[in-house]
């Protein structure tokens, strides 16, 4: 799944039941954060339950791969979680 855009407001409720919709299938789930320009407090705490769930997240950009990072060592602190990653996805 990719993200683009801003990952704020209303927007954060659809990407959740977009992730919700792919998990339910039992696979497994990435989600690529590609040219998100904002993401708000709601933004940050859904990309962490999705990390804490398993989502491997995927960022381009600077910021965005440094928010997946740091979400990764918040999830190693509080449990288990999903595989983070920062740089580019390769398709």
Same mark, same amino acid.
């Given at each position: ?64 791969? =440094? ?22 996805? =390769?398709?």
């Amino acid at each position: 799944m990719n993200i683009d855009g801003q990952l704020v407001g209303d927007y954060v409720r659809l990407a959740e039941d977009c992730c919700s919709q792919a998990l339910s299938g039992g696979k497994p789930v990435s989600v690529f954060l590609r040219d998100v320009s904002a993401i708000d407090e709601a933004g940050r705490k859904l990309l962490s339950r999705l990390a804490g769930l398993g989502v491997r997240l995927i960022a381009s950009g600077v910021y965005m791969s =440094h928010l997946i990072k740091s979400l990764q060592r918040e999830g190693t602190t509080q449990g288990p979680a999903g595989s983070a990653e920062g740089g580019q996805a =390769h398709t």
